[in-house]
T-cell receptor, first 108, second 114 residues
Framework: DAKTTQPNSMESNEEEPVHLPCNHS???????IHWYRQLPSQGPEYVIH???SNVNNRMASLAIAEDRKSSTLILHRATLRDAAVYYC?????????FGKGTRLSVIA | DSGVTQTPKHLITATGQRVTLRCSPR?????VYWYQQSLDQGLQFLIH???????AKGNILERFSAQQFPDLHSELNLSSLELGDSALYFC?????????????FGQGTRLTVV
């Protein structure tokens, strides 16, 4: 499994954009980059995934570096509901292996 | 609502006992995964089943076992329980065990061993 490096914690103001970085320098060419988040007292929740191109969905955008050694999850306008632990997971074959993730705090 | 149902939501039992946790995957999902989350260990993968067959094992103790039934629901059996088994147990399902499909997690079963 590819190793990932994420900041332990980040803070954002409400309604501001948030950029959550992830380094995965040992990723293999066929690994998809998945992002999940876990809100307090809930199960993990799928956010987005991609392979090479940038991806957008209703929750977030995923920007993938050209060399695929890093990616950034972008929340366009953080809300209090976005306070959670965000996990970046390179995935070549299942199952998902969770690291420590980034704890995002959102300030009203 | 992820569509994955786990029962019971809470379970309190004594050391040495045996419990069964149940997971109903999303309709149409063939893969079921079990995870354990304790305060000091984070989310740990236990076991993966695909269409009734075991596909991968993680850090699952020998005291723990699982199965997936023909109707695709899964059960995780925990026996000879110890205080350290107290944790949240999550089940996830996906359409297939492929790297380009997302997994959907249930709300978990909180097990407390006293």
């Amino acid at each position: 499994d590819a190793k990932t490096t994420q900041p332990n914690s980040m803070e954002s103001n409400e309604e501001e954009p948030v950029h959550l970085p992830c380094n995965h320098s040992t990723i293999s060419g066929t690994d998809y980059i998945h992002w999940y988040r876990q809100l307090p007292s809930q199960g993990p929740e799928y956010v987005i995934h991609g392979l090479t191109s940038n991806v957008n969905n209703r929750m977030a955008s995923l920007a993938i570096a050209e060399d695929r050694k890093s990616s950034t999850l972008i929340l366009h306008r953080a809300t209090l509901r976005d306070a959670a632990v965000y996990y970046c997971i390179p995935l070549g074959r299942t199952p998902l292996v969770f690291g420590k993730g980034t704890r995002l705090s959102v300030i009203a | 609502d992820s569509g994955v149902t786990q029962t019971p939501k809470h379970l309190i039992t004594a050391t040495g006992q045996r419990v069964t946790l149940r997971c109903s995957p999303r309709s149409g999902d063939l893969s079921v995964y079990w995870y354990q989350q304790s305060l000091d260990q984070g989310l740990q993968f236990l076991i993966h089943y695909y269409n009734g067959e075991e596909r991968a094992k993680g850090n699952i103790l020998e005291r723990f076992s699982a199965q997936q039934f023909p109707d695709l629901h899964s059960e995780l059996n925990l026996s000879s329980l110890e205080l350290g088994d107290s944790a949240l147990y999550f089940c996830a399902s996906s359409v297939a065990g492929r790297s380009n499909t997302e997994a959907f997690f249930g709300q978990g079963t909180r097990l407390t061993v006293v």
